[in-house]
C-alpha cells in the first residue's frame, strides 16, 4: 500500500450489512463510502474515484451486474476492481458476476478476516498496476510523460482532430546552451536543471495541456483545441518564466533559457510528421536569431 488511505465504496441496500462492511474497513485501515443503490454510486464515482467497489447484486433499480457493466464501460472507473458481496451463491450468479467485470466473488455470511484480505489483496494488485504504468509512460528524471506516451497522445490528438475537423497546437522547446551547463558545473547540475525547469514548465501550463521530455534537453508540449494566438502566450509565457528563474547548485546561481518553434495542426497536414516538421523548423529559426524567444510556423 502507498501512504494514502485505500477508498473503499460498498454499495449495499441493507443499511445493517453496509455500516458492518463499513466498520470493518475502517478498522482494517480504509477510508469508506457506503451507497444503498446503484443510482447513487453511479453519481458517487462521477466525482470520486474508488480503490474498490464492494457490490451486492439484488438492488432496488439497477442490480449488481448491470451496475458493474456500467463501471466497466466508464473510462475513468473501468480499471477499478469490483467484487461481488452476495447471498446469491449458485453457479450462475457467480458466473455472472465474473462476466460483468468483477475480479472476485464473496457470499454472505461472509468471514470478517476473509473480506478484509480479499479487499487488501485486490488493492495491493491495483495500485501495483498503476505504479507499473507510471513507470512506463514516465520519464524518470523529470517525472514528465516520456517521448514514447507522448507521441502516442500526440498520434491520438491528430486523428481526433481530423475526425471532428478541430485543431491543436505543437510547441518543440530546446533548453539553449544546455551542454554549457554540464561541461561548467557537471551532469548533476544539468540533471537539477532539466527536473527544476520541467517543474516550472509543468505549473505554467493547463490541466489538458501534455508536456514531455522527448531527448535530452528537448521537450514538447500538446495544446488541444488552442490556436495559434493562444498557443504563442501560452509559449511566451514558459519563455519569460524560465528566463526569470535562478536555479541554485552548490551555492551558485544558474540561468538558463529556452527555445520555443510553434506548429498548429492544419486540415491539410497528410500526417503528424507534417506539425512536427514545422514546429521544428521554427524552433531552429528560433535558435538562429538569437535564442531566448519562439518563433512560428
Given at each position: 500500500?502507498?501512504?494514502?488511505?485505500?477508498?473503499?465504496?460498498?454499495?449495499?441496500?441493507?443499511?445493517?450489512?453496509?455500516?458492518?462492511?463499513?466498520?470493518?474497513?475502517?478498522?482494517?485501515?480504509?477510508?469508506?463510502?457506503?451507497?444503498?443503490?446503484?443510482?447513487?454510486?453511479?453519481?458517487?464515482?462521477?466525482?470520486n474515484?474508488?480503490?474498490?467497489?464492494?457490490?451486492?447484486?439484488?438492488?432496488?433499480?439497477?442490480?449488481?451486474?448491470?451496475?458493474?457493466?456500467?463501471?466497466?464501460?466508464?473510462?475513468?472507473?473501468?480499471?477499478?476492481p469490483?467484487?461481488?458481496?452476495?447471498?446469491?451463491?449458485?453457479?450462475?450468479?457467480?458466473?455472472?458476476g465474473?462476466?460483468?467485470?468483477?475480479v472476485?466473488?464473496?457470499?454472505?455470511p461472509?468471514?470478517?478476516?476473509?473480506?478484509?484480505?480479499?479487499?487488501?489483496?485486490?488493492?495491493?494488485?491495483?495500485?501495483?498496476?498503476?505504479?507499473?504504468?507510471?513507470?512506463?509512460?514516465?520519464?524518470?528524471?523529470?517525472?514528465?510523460?516520456?517521448?514514447r506516451?507522448?507521441?502516442?497522445?500526440l498520434l491520438?490528438?491528430?486523428?481526433?482532430?481530423?475526425?471532428?475537423?478541430?485543431v491543436?497546437?505543437?510547441?518543440?522547446?530546446?533548453?539553449d546552451?544546455?551542454k554549457?551547463?554540464?561541461?561548467?558545473?557537471?551532469?548533476?547540475?544539468?540533471?537539477?536543471?532539466?527536473?527544476?525547469?520541467?517543474d516550472?514548465?509543468?505549473?505554467?501550463?493547463?490541466?489538458?495541456?501534455?508536456?514531455?521530455?522527448?531527448?535530452?534537453?528537448?521537450?514538447?508540449?500538446?495544446?488541444?483545441?488552442?490556436?495559434?494566438?493562444?498557443?504563442?502566450?501560452?509559449?511566451?509565457?514558459?519563455?519569460?518564466?524560465?528566463?526569470?528563474?535562478?536555479?541554485n547548485?552548490?551555492?551558485?546561481?544558474?540561468?538558463?533559457?529556452i527555445?520555443?518553434?510553434?506548429?498548429?495542426?492544419?486540415?491539410?497536414?497528410?500526417?503528424?510528421d507534417?506539425?512536427?516538421?514545422?514546429?521544428?523548423?521554427?524552433?531552429?529559426?528560433?535558435?538562429?536569431n538569437?535564442?531566448?524567444?519562439?518563433?512560428?510556423?
Amino acid at each position: 500500500m502507498d501512504d494514502s488511505k485505500p477508498l473503499i465504496l460498498i454499495v449495499e441496500d441493507s443499511s445493517v450489512n453496509g455500516r458492518l462492511c463499513e466498520r470493518l474497513l475502517n478498522k482494517g485501515g480504509f477510508d469508506t463510502a457506503v451507497c444503498t443503490d446503484g443510482e447513487s454510486a453511479i453519481e458517487f464515482v462521477n466525482t470520486n474515484l474508488p480503490d474498490l467497489i464492494l457490490l451486492d447484486i439484488v438492488m432496488p433499480g439497477i442490480d449488481g451486474f448491470e451496475f458493474c457493466r456500467v463501471m466497466k464501460n466508464n473510462p475513468k472507473i473501468k480499471d477499478t476492481p469490483i467484487i461481488f458481496l452476495s447471498a446469491m451463491d449458485d453457479e450462475k450468479s457467480i458466473i455472472n458476476g465474473f462476466d460483468s467485470g468483477a475480479v472476485d466473488f464473496i457470499t454472505k455470511p461472509f468471514r470478517h478476516r476473509e473480506l478484509l484480505a480479499r479487499t487488501k489483496t485486490h488493492v495491493e494488485l491495483k495500485r501495483a498496476k498503476e505504479k507499473l504504468l507510471r513507470l512506463a509512460i514516465t520519464d524518470e528524471l523529470t517525472g514528465l510523460v516520456n517521448r514514447r506516451y507522448f507521441m502516442g497522445r500526440l498520434l491520438h490528438e491528430y486523428e481526433r482532430t481530423k475526425r471532428y475537423e478541430s485543431v491543436f497546437t505543437v510547441l518543440m522547446i530546446d533548453l539553449d546552451y544546455f551542454k554549457n551547463i554540464n561541461d561548467t558545473y557537471g551532469h548533476q547540475a544539468g540533471d537539477s536543471v532539466l527536473r527544476k525547469v520541467s517543474d516550472s514548465m509543468k505549473l505554467s501550463l493547463r490541466l489538458s495541456d501534455i508536456i514531455g521530455r522527448i531527448g535530452g534537453e528537448e521537450f514538447a508540449v500538446i495544446l488541444p483545441e488552442t490556436e495559434i494566438g493562444a498557443a504563442m502566450i501560452i509559449g511566451d509565457r514558459l519563455r519569460k518564466r524560465i528566463d526569470d528563474m535562478e536555479i541554485n547548485h552548490k551555492d551558485t546561481g544558474i540561468k538558463i533559457t529556452i527555445s520555443i518553434g510553434v506548429s498548429p495542426s492544419s486540415k491539410n497536414d497528410l500526417s503528424i510528421d507534417d506539425v512536427l516538421q514545422r514546429a521544428d523548423s521554427a524552433l531552429y529559426r528560433a535558435k538562429e536569431n538569437g535564442r531566448n524567444r519562439i518563433y512560428a510556423g
